[in-house]
């Protein structure tokens, strides 16, 4: 706890809870709403999402007054949510006619929204990539194609909503769109590299009849940072001086001690690990380079190259700000074998317990999300060290061990979920205190428990317990809880 410190942050720090619209929306086929690879995946048979899919999610397309109102219970100041891409533009590209009542669903949530005095923070897209776009060419295996297609969407929204919004985020984590889709189950990393995430190609993934892990990870990844490139260049010509607003992207990515810290080999194991899922987007990004030099060592001319024109451009994108979503931190251990043609992670093996068995972090309700704050801070201070921006930690969360099995009245009992929290808003504090980095903001991962993606509605990352059946909310202790944790670590105005 941090009573003992002077408070360490500031009046205006930033906070509140994230969603995204796919894991809560519903209303699929409703007001014109285009598809996305995510209904064409959750519909696949056999299924790939635990038989679970958007269509209805959280409903909250038609509930989302009652949704605010948590919001406004639970003290937020600012509310992250995604848009949907396909009711904004049901066929995606930008020839293509822009869906009004897709803007009209949106302006009223931020209305909404702003009448009540909490703060939108808008993402673009959160993996919910038209269905037209794939199939016209491929969506992000384009990558010509879908960053114009993005810029324009891009532009539809700050055209629309930036009277309202001055805090956009592009991209959430592309490196699960470029590899969960291709390979594991993130968005680059999920989407093209494991097939585990939409729109499910692999050539590793047995139940993928299509992609290549060893390629299209690769491609998509560059769309993407591409894509981002252009909306922050077109907000900056055309939109900041009138809106005043500021624009980032959020990146995934766990941090990465050594398996035996007194191998070097672990080390550099473990700093090669976060080049290949931070550095992969954060170098050309917030360093207007050249992908980290590791990865062009192991992947070769796999890795595509930035053009002179495409280098311009990155020189020319101004971001604001580093959007952190994290979860979770690991071992790394060396190979000594040559990577694998598939290899998205550096040759290196992830492990929870190091050398000597000692565990990364406390077991929380998903196996690959282990409870660390001490290594969060170590992240925090790589990140601002290595890119230099405010930090917004835009997602931070967990589901309590065993809570998928619970019953609504045990699981709104979360003492793992607010020692989560309140640890690692400890690690925040002494990250800025003592480390010096420039953190502004905290969203806790999720207002809703909602559609875990391929995981279905098992895991519950919510700080509202959702009933899937009759979609009744009821808030977890958490939610209320956190409203104090910001007051007793939060200067009020004019203190500091
Ligand atoms: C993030 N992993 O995704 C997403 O931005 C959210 O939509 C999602 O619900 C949340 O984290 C919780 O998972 C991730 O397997 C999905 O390492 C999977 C992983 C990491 C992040």
Redesign the pocket.
Known sequence: MAQSMPAALPYDFEWGFST?AY?IEGAVAEDSRGKSIWDTFCHLEPSRTKGANGDVACDHYHRYEEDLELLTRYGAKAYRFSISWSRIIPLGGRDDPVNPAGIDFYSGLIDALVQRGITPWVTLY??DLPQALHDRYGGWLDVDESQRDFERYARVCFERFGDQVQDWITL??PW?QSI?ATNR??CCV?GYATGGYAPGRSSTNEQCAEGNSATEPWIVGKAQIMSHTRAVIAYNQDFRQKQKGRIGI?L?G?FYEPWDSADDRDHAAAERRMEFHIGWFANPIFLKKDYPSCMREQLGDRLPEFTDADLAMLRAAETDFYGM?Y??SQFARHRDSPASETDFVGNVEELQLNKSDTPVGEESG?G??RSCPGLFRKHLARVYRLYAKPIYIT?N?CPCPGEDRMTRDEAIDDPFRIRYFDSHLDAICQSMQEDGSEIKGYFA??LLD?L??SDGYG?R?GVTFTDFNTLERTPKKSALLLKNMFAERQCTKGAA
């Open positions: 995204a894991q959160h993996w959430n984590e699960i969960f189950s993130c999920k959020s995934n766990d979503n979860y979770t998903l690959w999300l997602e969360g991962w999720a909602n875990e993606w895991p990352f």
